[in-house]
């Protein structure tokens, strides 16, 4: 096994593992498709604006490995091939055991080791806030 192997190995190793860093995300697909996977997430309120300042304001994202969502026959891809999660919901517990749904505003792939960092935004009933 050469290097990347062993990298995506490990990255989805050891961020599907519930006992260690990992939670269960579940992901809702506009076309209906909802898997439930184990990833990581990430919710803080540190920001910068648009002029470099930091601002005080709720940052939160999530990294999964694609692999986990494919193996359910996840929508991740779009017919041309490319990773398209934009406007696919996820929830995902706070660190009080609150049940918080987000929409994804933005996917980072990385398509060497499989990563996908999606940044997340507002959601409520009417779409993204």
């Known amino acids: ?17 519930l006992s260690g860093f990992g939670v269960n995300i579940q992901f809702d697909a ?3 498709e909802s898997v439930t996977v184990v990833g990581l997430h990430t919710k803080h309120n540190t920001k910068f604006d648009e002029v470099g300042m930091r601002v005080n304001v709720p940052n939160a994202h999530i990294s999964v ?6 193996e359910q026959y ?3 891809r779009n017919s041309e091939g490319l990773v398209d999660l934009r406007r696919h919901k996820v929830t995902v517990a706070d ?3 609150n049940d918080i749904t987000y929409v994804i505003d933005e996917c980072w792939p990385d398509q ?10 507002n959601y409520n009933q009417g779409g993204q806030s």
């Open 30 to 32: 506009p076309t209906g």
């Open 74 to 76: 996840y929508p991740v």
């Open 95 to 97: 660190s009080n055991g």
């Open 1 to 17: 096994m050469g290097l990347i192997e062993q990298a995506k190995k490990d990255w989805q190793q050891i961020t599907s593992d």
């Open 112 to 121: 060497t080791i499989g990563v996908l960092v999606c940044i997340l935004g």
């Open 65 to 70: 490995s694609e692999r986990l969502l494919v």
